[in-house]
């Protein structure tokens, strides 16, 4: 299959969402999502990144509040796998990322996923790249649920290769 460019991708986008906008901030994907992992869905075949949110990488592993291992990456994908369901995901594109992926607010049936990941405590709101989701991770520390109830490292910072 071939690779797509940024260029090509936009095209897809404003001929899926049918919009003649100038740019893909207004733009919407639509349609069941496929989930890749904690902060990242495929819809109609494009890559779509959860804006403002980072979850566990796949791999990767917490410590739960007696000190366990377990994949906090995969129960992470299966969250949102599980709250996305087979219903339709619509999500409002903001930007793109320099891999070619869309970077959206994502909805199903009105609840926003992205803040849902983050208030379940099974995602961090990504602070480097927005403030809309600090109050939500906030509320998942304080109950200490999901990543919050023992010990996790920063997704940004595992990706470095902190373990």
Do not use: F, K
């Amino acid at each position: 299959m071939p690779r797509l460019t940024p260029a090509l991708v936009l095209v897809a986008v404003l001929a899926v969402s049918g919009t003649p906008s100038a740019g893909i901030a207004q733009d919407v994907v639509s349609g069941p999502a496929r989930v890749i992992d904690g902060d990242t869905v495929e819809i109609l075949g494009l890559r779509v990144r959860m804006h403002g949110i980072d979850a566990p990488e796949s791999a990767q592993r917490c410590r739960d509040a007696a000190g366990r291992s377990y994949g906090c990456g995969q129960v992470a994908t299966n969250a949102l796998a599980s709250m996305a369901g087979r219903s339709t995901v619509e999500c409002r594109v903001l930007d793109m990322d320099r891999y070619g992926r869309l970077i959206a607010v994502c909805y199903r049936d009105g609840i926003d996923l992205n803040a849902w990941m983050v208030r379940d405590g099974h995602a961090m709101a990504y602070r480097r790249y927005s403030a809309d989701y600090i109050s939500h991770e906030d509320a998942a520390r304080a109950r200490r649920v999901g990543i919050w109830q023992g010990r996790v490292v920063a997704p940004w910072d595992w990706r470095r290769g902190a373990r």
